[in-house]
């Protein structure tokens, strides 16, 4: 589970019922909030893949990486840093973050899906050279690992680690990342039907476990504004920027459709 799309809606827009969530939270529980639900999508996208080659969802779309690796790039970050993908799909991210095929570009295939906050589309990465060389992608669904696995081998990269974690409950081998990246996990878990609002709090204790004191957190979202994030991860994170991202305009009023935001352990 890892994504969502830049021009808004999907479940930023469907799943959000201020007051209707479960204890008043502002979510209606959902089916993108279960282990069941993503199981099912990556089993069919892997079956896609193996038949036609189709990586399948790109989450929040190309931009969004693009948008993370450049403040990574900015920010000069070592290209032997630890980073973790947090539910990691089918991997594309970590293809983009490690692929470092100078003659080529890495061509990806966007399906056209109603699931969560979905892109497609059909064109080359700008940013398949960066040269990550420790990157580790998690999933708490064994077929987006399968699938992930698939899609690197595909591409002959072999430096990539790939893990069936439930970040919720996360191994002890899984700690001291300097970089952590969440593209519509975070949002996933707060559609839960099943007590969202522990999870939520599961999962910062998660992030607190994993991640180095300094170390950054990436997070993109369609169901959290700037300010309730801040909220969120208030214990034991501080902000450390905001990345732009598209705004609209309805009603004479205006806004963000994505929420992208960088934190810092404390």
């Known amino acids: 589970m890892n994504e969502g799309a830049d021009d808004g809606g999907g479940a930023g827009g469907a799943a959000r019922s201020p007051g209707c969530g479960p204890e008043g939270d502002g979510f209606v529980p959902s089916a993108l909030g279960t282990r069941e639900h993503w199981d099912a999508v990556y089993k069919r996208e892997l079956q896609t893949f193996q038949e036609y080659g189709d990586t399948g969802e790109i989450w929040f779309g190309?931009?969004?990486?693009?948008?993370?690796?450049?403040?990574?790039?900015?920010?000069?970050?070592?290209?032997?840093?630890?980073?973790?993908?947090?539910?990691?799909?089918?991997?594309?991210?970590?293809?983009?973050l490690v692929a470092q095929n100078s003659g080529n570009l890495y061509v990806l295939q966007y399906k056209r899906k109603m699931i969560f906050c979905t892109s497609s589309r059909t064109y080359p990465s700008s940013q398949a050279k960066f040269g990550f060389s420790d990157v580790t992608g998690i999933d708490y669904s064994p077929s987006a690992i399968q699938l992930s696995q698939n899609i690197i081998e595909k591409e002959g990269l072999s430096n990539i680690k790939l893990k069936v974690e439930d970040f919720l409950n996360?191994?002890?081998?899984?700690?001291?990342?300097?970089?952590?990246?969440?593209?519509?996990?975070?949002?996933?878990?707060?559609?839960?039907?099943?007590?969202?609002?522990?999870?939520?709090?599961?999962?910062?204790?998660?992030?607190?476990?994993?991640?180095?004191?300094?170390?950054?957190?990436?997070?993109?979202?369609?169901?959290?504004?700037?300010?309730?994030?801040?909220?969120?991860?208030?214990?034991?994170?501080?902000?450390?920027?905001?990345?732009?991202t598209p705004k609209f305009s309805f009603g004479g009023r205006s806004g963000n459709s994505v929420a992208a935001l960088v934190f810092q352990k404390t």
């Open 62 to 96: 190309e931009e969004s990486m693009t948008r993370l690796i450049r403040w990574m790039q900015k920010h000069k970050i070592p290209l032997d840093a630890s980073v973790l993908d947090i539910g990691t799909g089918n991997g594309v991210f970590l293809v983009e």
């Open 170 to 244: 996360p191994s002890t081998k899984l700690s001291g990342f300097h970089i952590c990246i969440d593209k519509g996990t975070f949002d996933a878990i707060s559609l839960n039907p099943d007590n969202a609002i522990e999870k939520r709090k599961q999962y910062v204790e998660s992030l607190s476990r994993v991640l180095k004191v300094k170390g950054f957190f990436l997070i993109t979202s369609c169901n959290w504004t700037k300010e309730e994030l801040l909220d969120e991860f208030s214990e034991g994170f501080e902000l450390f920027e905001e990345l732009p």
